[in-house]
């Protein structure tokens, strides 16, 4: 399948204002309690605002959402390391996309582009981009995020970004999709072909991140080794290839930089392993 499907139904079409819960007429005495109730009854659009940014590519200037991080409550994470917030999805605003050119990149590598790689952006990107609307809407919906993530994919190849560069993004686009899966009903006939296509789009960007940092483990510098290998294990686990899982588990197990945590996450990986050779 065309695991970039999509794009060409990407849009934002309404408008959005903030609104933030204002919590400073509370009184000191009940100020604790009060700040813990407006946290945890903040709805998405609440912590987010809009921010102001600048195309490096075609300098047009418009506005993106971004996450409140001093509103954000994380409640935990998933086996290979996906993160989760309360009432907010925070990888839904990872990624920028300029609505005149089309250039697309993760929040931290969107300026960061050389003389040539704009030219190679342009070339294979903006000049076959359909302009969008300037308008920011109050949330990016899930759709809205992968559609977002795909465009800096596009970017990020275009641009011949580094290897893991390319690799996040596969990895954010199916961590995104699994929990839309997870959402959806069995029952639900109206979703049977959209879940289907979904579960194509988790494996096989799944699959592409695995490969991707497999290769950009072995070949590029300034790489977080222990996470890499502790995502790695996670991820070989899921396509059964368990001798490569184990190896990365010694590798964890026996690195003295590993933190204890982390060792009896993967302690649990080896018994996750052994069960399922066991079947």
């Not at 030219?119 to 995020?145: G, H, Q, R």
Request: glycine residues 4%; proline residues 3%; contains cysteine.
């Amino acid at each position: 399948m065309n695991l970039l499907s999509g794009l060409e139904k990407f849009g934002i079409k309404s408008d959005g204002n903030l609104d933030i819960t204002d919590d400073g007429t509370a009184k000191k005495e009940s100020g604790q309690q009060t700040v813990k109730k407006s946290i945890e009854d903040l709805e998405e659009k609440d912590m987010v605002l809009q921010k102001s940014v600048q195309c490096p590519i075609c300098d047009h200037k418009f506005k993106v959402l971004q996450v409140k991080s001093a509103k954000v409550k994380r409640i935990g994470t998933d086996a290979d390391t996906r993160p989760h917030f309360h009432n907010i999805d925070t990888l839904k605003y990872e990624v920028i996309v300029c609505p005149h050119c089309g250039y697309a990149a993760m929040n931290k590598y969107f300026e960061h582009v050389s003389a040539t790689q704009m030219k190679w952006i342009k070339e294979a990107v903006c000049n076959n981009f359909t302009p969008l609307s300037d308008d920011v809407p109050e949330i990016y919906t899930a759709d809205e995020a992968v559609d977002r993530y795909k465009l800096a994919l596009v970017s990020a190849m275009a641009k011949h970004a580094r290897l893991s560069e390319k690799s996040l993004i596969c990895l954010r686009i199916a961590w995104i999709r699994r929990d839309q899966i997870k959402e959806m009903s069995e029952s639900n006939t109206e979703e049977v072909g959209k879940k289907k296509q979904y579960i194509e789009e988790y494996e096989g960007f799944y699959r592409q991140a695995y490969e991707g940092y497999t290769k950009a483990y072995s070949t590029e510098t300034g790489l977080n080794s222990i996470a890499i290998e502790y995502i790695l294990a996670n991820m070989a686990i899921h396509f059964k290839e368990y001798g490569t899982a184990s190896k990365l588990i010694s590798n964890l197990l026996g690195n003295p930089n590993t933190n204890p945590r982390v060792k009896d996450r993967c302690l649990d990986l080896k018994d996750k392993i052994l069960a399922a050779q066991k079947k």
